[in-house]
């Protein structure tokens, strides 16, 4: 290991490559980790820095990437490799202009964002989509932990709007290559028809790449629970607030609102809340304020589901409570630590 350290101490010493530093330093700390780390106690030894963190996430999302592959074939890996060759090559220009290390983010956001296309996005829709996302979505702000909004949404939406017959009209069910323009939330909206639970569980139903396989979504949560990389307090009340809210809605009106268990299995409610509603970044870092901003998604995703022109409402739900957990942060603070009277 002190072999490889020297390898990479004498490729960052080299005036040749010194215009590649941040690039050299990024594969570094992916390969050895953080070299600063304290000796003794009372400090921490471990050699973890944020680079492991976004590897631990990536880790939680392998079960649903292995099953997008495995239900719409290869060319879901074509769809991740062009996010990440172009969303890594803008991060790569923006580290390079501000001289400072590839950030770490994009490490997570460029699977995600591919994950969240239906299965038959063009690859020129991906490179769109995903330039988009980084450029507005974070580095227009600064870059990893400046962003408001999360990246991977930012283009996500932009290319809803801007390609609504791609991005709604050509899904393909999983094992075949027939396309339809029906998703369980699509088909239930005209017919009020719920597919079987089960299928919607194991992923016998069209939808984005990434949201199909639930059980594979739900494995990635338990990974990120039982590491403490995310927080149960939005996954939980997330979900907690989809089925009550929908409870609530079908019990007054069911010709309206759908039923709860459809409203958590269909679409992309499990998704969003273990891998994207937990972006650190981007929601509250109060414990309270949290289960407010969890609450606040499950809410609106109902909310838009029932009664926008869009049949999925867990992406714009995100979005505007990320926008909200600045203030969100500011009044939890605020009343828990109010000020003395003199």
């Known amino acids: 290991m002190k072999i490889v350290r020297n390898l990479f101490d004498g490729l960052k010493k080299t005036r040749v490559l010194r215009p590649v530093k941040p690039v050299i330093r990024t594969i570094e700390g992916i390969v050895l980790g953080s070299p600063e780390a304290a000796s003794q106690a009372p400090h921490f030894r471990d050699h973890i820095e944020i680079k492991r963190y976004m590897s631990t996430v990536i880790l939680a999302m392998i079960p649903t990437t292995v099953a997008a592959v495995v239900f719409f074939g290869w060319y879901v890996l074509a769809m991740i490799l062009t996010s990440y060759v172009v969303g890594g090559i803008i991060e790569v220009?923006?580290?390079?202009?501000?001289?400072?290390?590839?950030?770490?983010?994009?490490?997570?956001?460029?699977?995600?964002?591919?994950?969240?296309?239906?299965?038959?996005?063009?690859?020129?829709?991906?490179?769109?989509?995903?330039?988009?996302?980084?450029?507005?979505?974070?580095?227009?702000?600064?870059g990893t932990g400046r962003n408001i909004f999360n990246p991977a949404l930012v283009g996500r939406i932009f290319i809803t709007i801007a390609f609504p017959e791609i991005m709604s009209a050509t899904w393909r069910a999983p094992f075949s290559d027939a396309i339809t323009a029906a998703t369980p939330l699509a088909v239930y909206r005209s017919t009020q028809g719920a597919a079987s639970y089960l299928d919607l569980l194991l992923g016998q139903v069209a939808g984005s790449t990434g949201e199909v396989f639930r059980i594979g979504i739900i494995a990635g949560a338990i990974i990120l629970m039982m590491t403490r990389v995310s927080s149960w307090?939005?996954?939980?009340?997330?979900?907690?607030?989809?089925?009550?809210?929908?409870?609530?809605?079908?019990?007054?009106?069911?010709?309206?609102?759908?039923?709860?268990?459809f409203q958590l299995l269909a679409g992309g409610v499990l998704f969003g809340a273990v891998f994207m509603a937990t972006d650190p970044v981007t929601s509250p870092a109060a414990k309270t304020g949290k289960l407010i901003f969890g609450f606040g998604c499950g809410i609106l995703t109902v909310v838009i589901r029932t009664f926008s022109g869009f049949t999925e409402g867990v992406m714009f739900s995100i979005v505007i409570m990320n926008a909200f957990a600045p203030l969100i942060d500011n009044t939890v603070v605020n009343l828990k630590y109010r000020p003395t009277k003199r």
Do not use: C, D, M
């Not at 607030?241 to 759908?258: D, K």
């Open 233 to 261: 307090r939005i996954t939980l009340s997330y979900l907690a607030s989809v089925a009550v809210f929908a409870l609530i809605g079908h019990g007054l009106s069911p010709q309206t609102f759908a039923p709860p268990l």
């Open 93 to 142: 220009l923006f580290a390079l202009i501000r001289k400072k290390e590839i950030e770490e983010g994009f490490l997570v956001t460029g699977l995600i964002f591919p994950l969240v296309l239906p299965p038959t996005a063009p690859l020129w829709v991906v490179a769109v989509g995903i330039a988009f996302g980084v450029f507005f979505g974070k580095e227009v702000f600064g």
